[in-house]
C-alpha cells in the first residue's frame, strides 16, 4: 500500500521515502506513520549500507593495526570524523569527538571541563526547559565542587528573557548550558545571541543541539559555541554514536573521562600521559560502524540538503500546527506558529492522557511519543504530568500529518 | 492485539463513571502511588475495622485510563471484605498481569477485564500501579497494631 506524498517546499518526498526501507513497513496493518523523530530518526539505506559494508568487507580496529583493512578501517572512521567536522563547519576534524551520544558528550564536558574549571560558589547557568542530559550532569557537577545552578528566565512557550539573562552574569558564573531546540517545545534559542552576550563576561557556552542540528544547517563557529553536543541516531546515523564538538583550546585542556586504551602516549606502571586530540578524549575501541554510519548520514543530509530539509520541515510544521491548532480541545505546546519553531509538537487532546492518546494513534499504525520527554522540570512548569508529542523529518508528509489529524479527532471521540 | 483488548466496556466504564472516587474521611490507611516514568498518580483510602473487615475503599488521582478504571475495580473488588479476602484478590489480580495466570472472575470481578492490558506490555504498569500501592498499605497495616498508617509508593 503506498502512502501518497506530498510536500510543499521542494523536497522529492516520494524519493526520499524510498530511500528509507522501514517507511514501507506495516504497523497493525496499517501503513507505518513514523512520528517520533525527536526520539529517533529512520535510517536511509546508504547508512544502512555503511554498516553492511564495514562489518562484511574491512571491519577491523583502527590506530593499531598493520594491516591493510585496520588501514582502512582508520581512514574511514577519519573520514567520517571530517565529514562531520565540515558539515557544522568546525575549525578542525580533531576538534569532533566521537562519543557514545549526546548524553556522554554533555557528560565528558562536564566531568573533563567543570572538575577543572568549577569550584565552589560558581554558577552555571541553564534553562527550565533543558532534557535532563542537559541538566542532571550538572546537578552532579554542582554537588561535586559546591557549584549552583542558576536558571534563566523563559515562557512557557520556551522563549529565553535574553536581558533578563545578561543579567544574570557575574564573577562566578563558569558556564552557560542550553538546548539549541527544545525537545517538548520545538523552540529553537536564539543561540548566537546566547553565546555573545556569555562571551563579553568571558563565560563559555555548551549547546544541546540534539535536536537542531538533525533539522538546521548549522555552523559551530558562526554560533560561537564553545561545546556543541549531539546525537547520531536523531540525524539518520545509527544509536551509539554521537558528537562532542569542542573549541580546540577548551578541548586541549580538558581531562579525559576515560582511561585506557589509544588515549595514552606513555604507560608507566604509576603514571601516563595523554595523547593528542582527538584521541584524548576517546579512550577504548570506539564505535567504529557507528562513526562510519554517522558520516554515511551526513553525507545523505547534505545531497538533500540542509536548507532543503529546513524549509520543508518549516512548511509541515505550519501545516501542523494550522491543522491541529483547528481541532477542538486539543492544546498544543510551544510557539503557536512556526517561527523560530522546529517540528517538534507537543500536545493534549481534551481530557485525554497522553499514554491513551499514544495507544490509539499506535492502533493507526502512527508512532508518537507519549510521556515527560526526560524534561520533567519542563513539565512542571507546563503543569502537565505528560504530553503526546509528534515531531517531524525530511520524509514525512502532509498526508501523514493528515492522518495524525484524523488519528487524534478518533482518540478524543473514544474517550468522549 | 484490538483496541478492545485493552479499552474493554468495563474499563471505559470504570474509567467514565469511577466508583469509590474522593477522599475517604474515616480512613485509617492512607496511600499514595505513584508512577514517576509517565507520572500517573493513585491516592487510596481504607477503613479496616477492628475485625479486619475492609468497610470502605475509596480512591482518587490522575493518570490514563487504565491507572484510573484499574483503580475503581480495585476500591470496588475490595470493599466489604475482609483482609484476608482482600489480600486474595490482589494476589489473584497480580499473577493474572504479571504471570499470565487465568483469571477467577467471581474472586477478580470487573478485574478479570483488565487481562487484555497484558497485549499492551508497556501499559501493564499502569494497571498494577493501584494494586502494588493496596497491597504495600495492608503490610503495613498489618505491622502498624492498629495505628493510623500512611504510605507513600513509588514503581521503580
Not at chain 1, 112 to 135: A, C, F, K, P, Q
Not at chain 1, 347 to 376: E, M, S
Amino acid at each position: 500500500m503506498a502512502v501518497p506524498t506530498s510536500t510543499a517546499a521542494g523536497l522529492d518526498a516520494a524519493a526520499i521515502r524510498a530511500d528509507f526501507p522501514v517507511l514501507a513497513e506495516q504497523v497493525h496493518e496499517r501503513p507505518l506513520v513514523y512520528l517520533d523523530n525527536a526520539a529517533t530518526s529512520q535510517k536511509p539505506r546508504a547508512v544502512i549500507d555503511a554498516l553492511h559494508t564495514y562489518y562484511e568487507t574491512y571491519n577491523a580496529n583502527i590506530h593499531r593495526g598493520l594491516h591493510a583493512l585496520s588501514e582502512r578501517a582508520t581512514a574511514e572512521y577519519e573520514a567520517a570524523r571530517a565529514r562531520v567536522a565540515s558539515f557544522i563547519n568546525a575549525a578542525h576534524p580533531h576538534e569532533v569527538i566521537f562519543t557514545r551520544g549526546t548524553t556522554e558528550a554533555i557528560n565528558l564536558v562536564a566531568r573533563g571541563w567543570g572538575d577543572e574549571n568549577v569550584s565552589e560558589g560558581d554558577e552555571i547557568l541553564l534553562t527550565e526547559m533543558e532534557h535532563h542530559s542537559n541538566l542532571v550532569p550538572w546537578q552532579m557537577l554542582a554537588k561535586r565542587r559546591g557549584a549552583q545552578l542558576r536558571y534563566i528566565p523563559m515562557d512557557v512557550e520556551g522563549r529565553i528573557d535574553l536581558e533578563a539573562y545578561a543579567r544574570m552574569f557575574g564573577p562566578r558564573t563558569r558556564l552557560v548550558a542550553v538546548t539549541h531546540m527544545s525537545n517538548v517545545l520545538g523552540t529553537i534559542t536564539p543561540a548566537a545571541e546566547i553565546v555573545e552576550i556569555a562571551h563579553t563576561h568571558h563565560v563559555p557556552v555548551l549547546l544541546d543541539a540534539a535536536q537542531s542540528i538533525p533539522h538546521l544547517p548549522v555552523d559551530v563557529q558562526a554560533l560561537g559555541a564553545d561545546f556543541v553536543a549531539f546525537s547520531g541516531h536523531k540525524m539518520l546515523g545509527p544509536t551509539g554514536i554521537g558528537v562532542l564538538y569542542g573549541r580546540e583550546s577548551l578541548l586541549d585542556a580538558m581531562e579525559p573521562l576515560f582511561g585506557g586504551g589509544s588515549m595514552i602516549r606513555v604507560v608507566e606502571l604509576h603514571q601516563s600521559t595523554w595523547t593528542g586530540l582527538p584521541e584524548k578524549l576517546e579512550g577504548g575501541t570506539p564505535n567504529i560502524a557507528g562513526a562510519i554510519g554517522l558520516g554515511a548520514a551526513v553525507d545523505y543530509l547534505d545531497r538533500v540538503g540542509m536548507p532543503n530539509i529546513t524549509a520543508h520541515e518549516h512548511a509541515l510544521t505550519e501545516y501542523a500546527l494550522n491543522l491541529l491548532g483547528d481541532l477542538e480541545g486539543v492544546c498544543v505546546f510551544g510557539p503557536p506558529d512556526a517561527t523560530d519553531r522546529g517540528g517538534v509538537i507537543s500536545f493534549y487532546v481534551g481530557d485525554v492522557h497522553p499514554h491513551d492518546v499514544g495507544t490509539l494513534l499506535d492502533a493507526d499504525g502512527i508512532a508518537v511519543r507519549a510521556g515527560h520527554h526526560c524534561a520533567q522540570p519542563l513539565m512542571r512548569k507546563l503543569g502537565v504530568a505528560a504530553t503526546a508529542r509528534a515531531s517531524l523529518y525530511l520524509y514525512n508528509t502532509e498526508y501523514e500529518v493528515d492522518c495524525l489529524a484524523e488519528g487524534i479527532t478518533r482518540a478524543k471521540s473514544f474517550f468522549a | 492485539m484490538t483496541l478492545e483488548d485493552l479499552y474493554r466496556e468495563v474499563i471505559m466504564d470504570h474509567y467514565r463513571r469511577p466508583r469509590n472516587r474522593g477522599a475517604l474521611a474515616d480512613a485509617n490507611v492512607v496511600m499514595e502511588g505513584v508512577n514517576p516514568l509517565c507520572g500517573d498518580e493513585i491516592k487510596l483510602w481504607l477503613s479496616i475495622d477492628d475485625a479486619g473487615l475492609i468497610t470502605g475503599a475509596a480512591f482518587d488521582g490522575h493518570g490514563c485510563s487504565i491507572s484510573q478504571s484499574s483503580a475503581s475495580i480495585m476500591t470496588a473488588a475490595v470493599v466489604g471484605k475482609p483482609l484476608a479476602d482482600a489480600h486474595a484478590v490482589i494476589a489473584g489480580f497480580r499473577s493474572m498481569m504479571l504471570e499470565g495466570e487465568t483469571p477467577d472472575e467471581a474472586l477478580l470481578g470487573d478485574g478479570v477485564a483488565l487481562e487484555g492490558v497484558r497485549k499492551f506490555p508497556v501499559r501493564i504498569k499502569c494497571a498494577v500501579l493501584s494494586w502494588n500501592t493496596l497491597q504495600l498499605g495492608l503490610d503495613e497495616h498489618a505491622t502498624a497494631g492498629g495505628q493510623r498508617v500512611e504510605l507513600h509508593h513509588s514503581e521503580s
